[in-house]
């Protein structure tokens, strides 16, 4: 278990201080309908994409689209950090990606609908490479009337 | 991540997101944000338990319909390490004393391979578009004659990494992620043959190649074993 950066292993800890993060003056928070009325899309930053598309590079900001219906099986990564276990992902992709639980979860009426397409980026990106990537992607998930983005890290 | 989360909700999309690292968070401050304790890799906190994810995936989703954040809500349940750090030995012997070549311990890593993949019906090998064979002649190339570029290299060497530590998990005493992890550091010619290439690819002229030895090669927790050699 994890609590904070003091209770990592020293390595860890110092690699995850180390890294800048982007500060922001204020932050948008947008009101909504019910959750039972949204439409989900599932963006990853595990650095996930089908076999055979482009794998991410270093300083990579875009990134890769995954539809819902793709198989566990048809999904590798190409995340360029070394500092995140795998093997959980080697075991189970919900454990990263909770695509089964999001279908579940439109099955049962908690979610309006789930989005036709999901989409990956490497979560070591400059803030700056991933922004206009970014937004680029919110009109795709508009033209898709996605209202609802759960953003997943790694 | 956080940083996604600001763009897409200032471009009209609502976001919610799980942290794996408050530290970062706080500085961020991303619209909404559960906060985890989980590994970093396990986002969702426990492979093959729908039922935790479930409740993971819930209490994010519920935060979509509070504006007032930037928040971050602290998720109360947490994973229970498994208590098998020691006493675990490799049940088949791959010490390097024991095969006599990176190409024989891959061959040997074969039927437990094809093992895991029967037993979970995938495979997360395949980003190089190497056979493993072949990504193994690549690494020993690299250290022999060469260095190739980096971005082959790397693609060759997770999927080595992922074909390893799958097989592993097919182990008729497969132990858990951590010895598992330890045994590939320990025990393998691959992980030695990793650590043999860092110093030739931190000291190349090609940034790429530097990028790839000094980060993304050796895990930050296993980079004391370069200082030992």
Known sequence: ?154 | MGALGHFLEREGIPTTGISLVREHTEIVRPPRALWVTFELGRPLGRPDDPAFQDRVVRAALGLLERTDGPLIEDYPDEVDEPADFSGWACPINLAPAQTDSLAAEIERLAVWYDRAVAMRGRTTVGVSGLDMPEAGALVSRALSESLPPAQTLKEAIDDLRAYYLEAASAFPDPGSPATRKRWFWDETRLAEALLALQPSLAASEDPQHRILGNLTLIPATERHRLRRR
């Open chain 1, 1 to 154: 278990m994890v609590k904070r950066l003091d209770d990592m292993p020293e390595g860890e800890a110092a690699h995850l201080r180390r890294i800048e993060c982007p500060t922001y003056g204020d932050t948008p928070l947008l009101p909504g309908v019910a959750l039972a009325q949204r439409r989900v899309a599932l963006i990853s930053t595990a650095g996930l994409h089908r076999r055979g598309d482009r794998p991410f590079r270093p300083g990579d900001g875009s990134y890769r689209v995954i539809p819902g219906d793709t198989a566990a099986g048809d999904l590798v990564m190409s995340h360029i950090s070394v500092n995140f276990d795998r093997t959980g992902f080697q075991q189970d992709l919900n454990v990263v990606f909770p695509i089964d639980r999001l279908h579940e979860l439109e099955a049962d009426g908690t979610i309006g609908s789930l989005a036709s397409l999901h989409y990956s980026f490497i979560g070591a990106f400059p803030p700056a490479a991933a922004e206009p990537h970014a937004q680029h992607l919110a009109g795709l998930l508009k033209a898709d009337k996605v209202d609802a983005a759960l953003l997943v890290p790694f």
